[in-house]
């Protein structure tokens, strides 16, 4: 692809478009998309700005190796605004602009310059996705357990092969039989062919059962991987992709994986049967045998140019599907708040926008691919009246009897139009088979879904410490001087079996404190201890197996209430259960339900209030064996009363665990062995209630505020 324009802004945002998109349907993953686009803006503005100098540019994409090779051209004097590769001195005419320095900054695949032919040439080589043969090692791998009765279905589908080929073969000494008037002849080649039917009707119906025994559990431990997978990935990643694009990969994209082997052995095993027809009139005229197979040889030229532009364009369709499925999702479960905000037609608005995207890319995509079938079926008629044309030139010079003519017509006509469709199906199902392939290997193995790492050391005596030293911590994944912390240089120690609070205003980083503690997301700079270890170094039994965690909007699934609870430990027996439930006083309210401790809740709770919501997450933290709790406003949504009673249940297991609160009601942790007063990221004061009203004005404002109110409402 070479693209062309000048140096003004429309021309760079609209080629950059262009070009990116051209990048995405041959696969380059996102980040380095993003990273091309941004770079590559970057550039190009810092030259146009620069108008006597320089007027246009050329974008240049084409594949090599296992890369896509982006050459970015701009025509005037030499100039390199890229810094020095090996990150010492800068041997460039300027100074590059921050924007490229932080997005070039540790980009493994940042272009080169250099200045040829009157131009400033940047290059990109941006990695393709993974080769077929990795791809289908990496589907192949997964039927392991299973490739036993792989290998059988395998073997019938030979037999079945091998009866295609011989059953051509037979069928033409019936049609010569018939023009010569054998009888005989046409008996025990009739029979011939029923024998030969009945033996491939029996393998092809074993052939069928194995596949899809293999199909079956080859999907089931397929998805068991891919989900494995998926609850693995960074937190951060799982925000930035958004839910959409896992529910099309978990299961449109598996589907066509497990079902892969067996629908392209069927589609090969027809083909072997158009390999048997041209194995007859190779029999019977070798001369014939040659121009079919050089008008067949036309029209799969086609159709697989075909398959691989409707790869590409798939790819696009694919992605903006996966926005629009997200998008849905996200408007099902916001309904309610939609109704309320009586926002109906924004939303409205903005389906339409995403449906258009999806629907325009999947018409992009099946008007080229018809385009390409058009001219394919056009060559097939014309290659038809070829056919019969030769027939007819060598039936007037004797050069094959009218019984020979009559055989290869009927079989031409067979392969003619059958036998493309077919083997188009098969390298669409190929194609489509590797795209989604690459698509749920993406999410298993590559850079683009980071997973979650834990380290190897075990601690078996947990008893709850938790320390911050010097902490640093933003949710911007971008260079570090470029990112805005929510926590900095945050320091404190909570000593184990201590009831310690976290107070301060909204965006303090609070929250943000709590999912570095449980390992949610990574402190940038700093260290994080359990019980004095490095949070880096600790496996995942030690930190998630002793921590549980309570938030203002506990999530819980659409399944029974004892479901749910059953989530927090497998053994759970009734008297468990409902020792805790008493404890999160949320038994009575159960009780009270017509179906008790069976009735469903609906997606994320939905059939509860927010405070049985919030108690029934409570329940199941107690549940769960821990030496940490952390609850994060966990009785916001509970009346007075009700959070006196929580707050007695709490009280009881003071000084077993260590408990760590967050609470926008101060008079809820005036008790507390610690508080903890957070302003910007940062530790302002800590010590005992009384001791921060002493010395620490904000506290003491925000305290009195509270006061205040309550004396108003009283």
Known sequence: MKLQGHLDNSNIEELLRTAERELERVGIEKEDRIRFRLSAEELLLEYASNSEAYADFSLYIHKKGGSEQVELCIRGKEKNLLPNANGGEQNINEIPSPILLRTLAGWEFAPNWRYESGQNIYQYSLPMPKSVWGNLRFTWNITKKHQSKLFLAIGAQLVTVVMSVVAPVVSARVIKAYASGAVQQIILTALALMVIGIISDF?????????NVVYNRTLTDLDNKLVNAVLRITSSCLDEKGTGLFIQRLTVDTSTLATGFNTMADLISQMFTYIGILAAILIVSPPVFAAAVVLLALQILIERHRTRKRTADDRIFRNASERFTGFVGE???????????????????????????????????????????????SVGRAGSYAFAALLALLLSQKQIEPADTLVLYNYYSRLDISAVLILGQLLEFFKDFNLCNERVRAIV????????????????????????????????????????????????????????????????????????????????????????????????????GNIAVVNQNPYLFHMSIRDNLRLARTDLTEEDMRNACALACIDEDIQAMPDGYDSIIGEGGVNLSGGQRQRLAIARAILKKYRILLLDEATSAL?????????ASIEKIRGENTIFIIAHRLSTIVNADKIIYMENGKVLDEGTHQELLSRCAPYRALYDAEQGLKTQTA
């Open 445 to 544: 193995e590559s850079r683009e879904f980071p997973k979650e790492q834990f380290g190897s050391v075990h601690i078996p005596e947990f008893h709850g410490d938790i320390s911050f030293d010097h902490v640093y911590f933003s949710y911007d994944n971008g260079p570090r001087h470029a990112r805005k912390y929510v926590i900095r240089d945050m320091s404190f120690h909570v000593p184990a079996g201590q009831t310690v609070a976290l107070v301060g205003h909204s965006g303090c980083g609070k929250s943000s404190a709590f999912n570095l503690i449980s390992k949610l997301y990574m402190a940038d700079k700093g260290v994080v201890s359990l019980d004095g270890v490095d949070i880096k170094t600790l496996d995942a039994d030690t930190i998630r």
């Open 331 to 377: 408007m099902v479960r916001g309904a309610r708040d939609v109704k309320l905000m009586h926002r109906e037609s924004t939303f409205e608005q903005e389906l339409d926008k995403r449906i258009g995207e999806a629907n325009n890319s999947r018409m992009t995509r099946d008007v080229r691919s018809w385009k390409y079938k058009l001219l394919r079926m």
């Open 639 to 647: 009346d007075n009363t009700t959070q006196a009673k929580i707050q």
């Open 203 to 211: 393998f092809s119906a074993g052939c069928n059962y194995l596949y």
